[in-house]
């Protein structure tokens, strides 16, 4: 299937994406993640405000469009079924995605903003396999080391609460509006995205098999 995955920053879009890999068998094609293995990338001829992706990042503002729009056309001409995270963050973003591709199932996390702030100000990330990890709701089995690979967890750059409460205004006046877009699609479903990671699955594996 070709699954659409939205929500806020914070929403758990990381944590159900690896459950719809392992479930589907698709692949992951997220633009967060891709931005951060390329932070130090000069883009400088590209006439951007910034030189790398990473000063884009660590503010919480959206990376350039024509820097995104090429990660993810060369993700999806290559992944045959997938599950696209983090991109389209704006409606230019959105028509780029029409002339790449079909969507079966577009689903909507729907989470209130001050656990967005907890969640994303209390999250860890293994430095070596990224796994994800929150201090208080999603706590490793030894403190500060990864479960699946033994890695040191740290904290994101972007998860101070400046950068968050920014990223979260970001999400209000670009990407709301892509999920407004959306609602119209046969493929939509919102999902109540603040159970626990458990019940959110649920719900949203029932969902995609709906649909896809
Ligand atoms: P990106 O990496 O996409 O970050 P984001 O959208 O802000 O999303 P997050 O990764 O922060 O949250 P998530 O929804 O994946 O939640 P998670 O599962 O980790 O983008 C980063 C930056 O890159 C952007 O700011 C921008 O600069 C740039 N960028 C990326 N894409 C771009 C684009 N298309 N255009 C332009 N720029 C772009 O969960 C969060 C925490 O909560 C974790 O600690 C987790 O353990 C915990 N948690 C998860 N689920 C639950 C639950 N049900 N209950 C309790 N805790 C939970
Ligand atoms: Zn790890």
Known sequence: PRILLLGPPGAGKGTQSSNIVEAFGVEHVTTGDAL??????????????????????????LVPDAVVNAIVEEALTTA??????GYPR????????????DLDAILSLSVG???????????????????????????????????????????????TEESVRNRLEV???????????????????EIDGEGTPDEVWTELKAAIERKA
């Open 36 to 61: 951060r293995s390329n932070k130090e990338m000069d883009i400088s001829d590209m006439d951007t405000k910034y030189d790398t992706p990473g000063e884009y990042m660590d503010r919480g503002e």
């Open 80 to 85: 045959d079924g997938f599950v696209l995270d």
């Open 90 to 101: 704006n409606l230019e973003q959105a028509e780029e995605l029409e002339g790449m591709t």
């Open 113 to 159: 903003e001050e656990e967005l702030v907890d969640r994303l100000t209390g999250r860890r990330v293994c430095d070596d396999c990224g796994t994800n990890y929150h201090v208080e709701f999603n706590q490793p089995e030894a403190d500060g080391v990864c479960d699946e690979c033994g890695g040191e967890l740290v904290q994101r750059e972007d998860d």
């Open 171 to 189: 999400f209000e006046d670009n990407t709301a509006p892509v999920i407004d877009h959306y609602r119209d699609h046969e493929g939509f479903v």
